[in-house]
């Protein structure tokens, strides 16, 4: 089995994710009975699942009306004010997984405060499962690669439920509205075969100007920025090559001085979010530079995504860099199998 078959396994999975979405509210009831309310959520992760929890931030804040922050294990372990942590928060930890250590010692510390503990992981019978209050499944399913591609469509949706049925409990939605997201989330599962299949047609135009890129850089803003972000470490990951991501603006202070013809640049945009100034960056580093991409919902686009969902339409951007990341590590003859550094464990092991 190749990583391109664990994409091509998304949508299936997605699906299966939508339909289990009564199991995931019953779940979550055996907590919510005993919070009247929820002052803010506290997603702690790391890597690509920081950025399904990034990504998934603005829909949350949104659909519940509390605001989320996303703490990387690390610093909510070692650096996290400890007073900041209150027993009307709702802590979500996220480890695909199930096994990452800081992530577990995170768990632990708000464990022993008793204050509420939600997990997301591939299976149930892992440490950080077993510890929190309600283990919840991302429906990723043994996913056979390390370079997470299935985990982050994955935990993204899982996400978006898991927000959709607080929602629901908290009566901040309505029966008709939860109809309107499962239709609109079925056209974000119906496109990515679409754009899966447009995404190798882009490629072998643009085949020869890619390989030559010695790094990559990545922009976005609103819920685009963390899809940059995930895009970012896939082909950091899998190419291998360097890499950044920004948030669109910042994009323009201090990193255009570092901008050179041996980068590739990629710009993520919606047409109602910023989309002139994304118009504008492109034009500035095709004209001044190089071949920037911009990654766009209009036929103006390098690429148009032609996202079909309102809601979930980052799943659909975000399987253009799946599938380009996946190509060009083909090309140049990655082994997607191998770690490049596999002794690393040898120093500092991030697993229990």
Not at 149 to 175: E, H, P, Q, R
Request: aromatic share 12%.
């Amino acid at each position: 089995m190749s990583l391109m078959d664990t994409i091509e396994r998304i949508p299936v999975q997605l699906k299966k994710i939508v339909d289990s979405r009564d199991n995931l509210s019953n779940k979550l009831e055996s907590i919510l009975e005993t919070h009247s309310k929820v002052n803010k959520i506290v997603v702690v992760a790391s890597g690509t699942s920081y950025n399904a929890g990034f990504t998934t931030k603005s829909f949350a804040e949104n659909v519940i009306g509390s605001p989320v922050e996303i703490v990387y294990p690390n610093i909510f372990v070692q650096y996290y004010n400890r007073e900041l942590l209150s027993e009307d928060n709702l802590y979500v930890f996220i480890s695909q997984g199930g096994k990452t250590k800081l992530v577990y010692e995170a768990l632990n510390l708000v464990k022993h405060k008793g204050y509420p503990t939600i997990s997301l992981t591939e299976t149930l019978d892992t440490p950080i499962a077993k510890l929190s209050d309600v283990p919840l499944e991302i429906g990723s399913e043994n996913e056979e690669y390390v370079y997470r591609t299935l985990g982050y469509s994955a935990t993204c949706a899982t996400l978006y439920w898991f927000y959709i049925s607080l929602s629901k409990y908290y009566n901040k939605v309505s029966d008709d509205e939860v109809q309107a997201y499962i239709q609109d989330y079925h056209l974000m599962i119906d496109n990515l075969i679409t754009v899966k299949e447009n995404t190798f047609e882009w490629y072998k135009k643009n085949q020869f100007q890619l390989m030559r890129k010695s790094s990559f850089i990545f922009s976005g803003t609103n819920d685009l920025w963390p899809v940059a972000q995930e895009a970012d470490i896939k082909f950091m990951e899998m190419l291998p090559i360097l890499t950044n991501s920004f948030e669109l603006e910042e994009l323009i202070h201090g990193p255009q001085n570092a901008f050179d013809t041996t980068m590739g640049y990629f710009i993520v945009s919606r047409d109602n979010e910023d989309v002139e100034k994304a118009k504008r960056i492109t034009n500035f580093i095709n004209e001044e530079i190089s071949a920037c991409y911009l990654i766009g919902d209009n036929s103006d686009a390098s690429f148009n995504v032609d996202p079909k969902s309102k809601y979930f339409s980052s799943l659909e951007y975000i399987t253009f860099f799946q599938v380009l990341a996946y190509l060009l590590a083909t090309d140049k003859g990655r082994d997607l199998t191998q770690g490049i550094y596999p002794q690393v464990v040898n120093y500092i092991n991030k697993s229990i």
